[in-house]
Nanobody
């Protein structure tokens, strides 16, 4: 049984940093990703990586500020978020895809399992 449990969300001021973690259990996967959803908006892609970390992809709005990674020993997926802005506020979800692809998918419909979400709030 696959379980994804996020942690690390919180409230910070503009320019601050947070590190989100997602404990994955059950098996290994083809890709993993982070998405976010602001109130009243669609869930949007933030960052993705192949399981082997061979390819990564970032949304233009976070490139250079966010880093997606995975612990090689533990099944812990991470999203390091630096220089946070108010527009980064939202509920952040980790997700995993079973299929192995050369590049990590960026569409939410391509991911098979999701965590419950962790809230990130950035104040100005």
């Amino acid at each position: 049984q696959v379980q994804l449990v996020e942690s690390g969300g919180g409230s910070v001021q503009t320019g601050g940093s947070l590190r989100l973690s997602c404990e994955a259990s059950g098996r290994t996967f083809g890709s993993f990703a982070w998405f976010r959803q602001a109130p009243g908006k669609e869930r949007e892609f933030v960052a993705a990586s192949t399981w082997r970390l061979s390819a990564k992809n970032y949304a233009p709005s976070v490139k250079g500020r966010f880093t997606i990674s995975r612990d090689n020993v533990k099944l812990t997926l991470s999203l390091q978020m630096n220089n946070l802005k108010p527009e980064d506020t939202g509920l952040y979800f980790c997700a995993v895809a079973v299929a192995t692809t050369r590049l990590p998918p960026t569409g939410k419909h391509e991911y098979d399992y999701w965590g419950q979400g962790t809230q990130v709030t950035v104040s100005s």
